[in-house]
Antibody
Framework: EVRLVESGGGLVQPGRSLRLSCAAS????????MHWVRQAPGKGLEWVSS????????YYGDSVKGRFTISGDSAKRSLYLQMARLRTEDTALYYC??????????????WGQGTLVTVSS | SYVLTQPLSLSVAPGRTATITCGGN??????VQWYRQKSGQAPALLIY???DRPSGIPERFSGSNSGNTATLTISRVEVGDEADYYC???????????FGGGTKLTVL
């Protein structure tokens, strides 16, 4: 059974940094693209970032480009999202998502339950 | 950037058919996914590659995509279908995933 468990969320001041983690199990971590998607309170889904392990390609949404970095550790079967220069508008529930295939352009087939990030002074 | 436009809300009586649209420039040339998010839950894949259903998704759910509109159709709507529905696609020209704004389906 595929399982994705996010952690690392919390309350952080604007301008500070935070790193989210996602522990993956139930599938071969290196064989699938991975993604982060966020959802602000009461709002819709917003794609944040994707990674294709085979090509090493990483992709980012316009609102986080240059501030967020996606990475992973295959030995720990973990996905990370390093978030810097956080803004109040980054406040959201952040979902870790597994891709259907190794291609980051393929759809998302499993979602974690999310970790909440609140950016506020 | 590329925009996907969905109606904010839709109300349908039980047993009737719900049609949720997703508008985008030449969306018919792209592969569209649909996700369902029930209250308090994470989203879940409903339709992929325009019209394919993952295992476990009933045949009542179907998708189509042509021209500037992709459509999710839910036949014989049930109270349990109440949820937010999102369309999504990968835009290869900008290397980004794009979500529609979501449609809240109410069954009354």
């Amino acid at each position: 059974e595929v399982r994705l468990v996010e952690s690392g969320g919390g309350l952080v001041q604007p301008g500070r940094s935070l790193r989210l983690s996602c522990a993956a199990s139930g599938f071969s971590f290196n064989d699938y693209a991975m993604h982060w998607v966020r959802q602000a309170p009461g709002k819709g889904l917003e794609w944040v970032s994707s990674v294709n392990w085979n090509s090493g390609s990483m992709y980012y949404g316009d609102s986080v480009k240059g501030r967020f970095t996606i990475s992973g550790d295959s030995a720990k079967r973990s996905l990370y999202l390093q978030m810097a220069r956080l803004r109040t508008e980054d406040t959201a529930l952040y979902y870790c998502v597994k891709g259907y295939s190794s291609y980051s352009s393929d759809h998302f087939d499993h979602w974690g339950q999310g970790t909440l990030v609140t950016v506020s002074s | 950037s590329y925009v996907l436009t969905q109606p904010l809300s839709l109300s349908v009586a039980p047993g009737r058919t719900a049609t949720i649209t997703c508008g985008g420039n030449n969306i018919g040339s792209k592969s569209v996914q649909w996700y369902r998010q029930k209250s308090g839950q994470a989203p879940a894949l409903l339709i992929y590659y325009d019209s394919d259903r993952p295992s476990g998704i009933p045949e009542r759910f179907s998708g189509s995509n042509s021209g500037n509109t992709a459509t999710l159709t839910i036949s014989r709507v049930e109270v349990g279908d109440e949820a937010d529905y999102y369309c999504q696609l990968w835009h290869s020209g900008i290397n980004q995933w794009v979500f529609g704004g979501g449609t809240k389906l109410t069954v009354l």
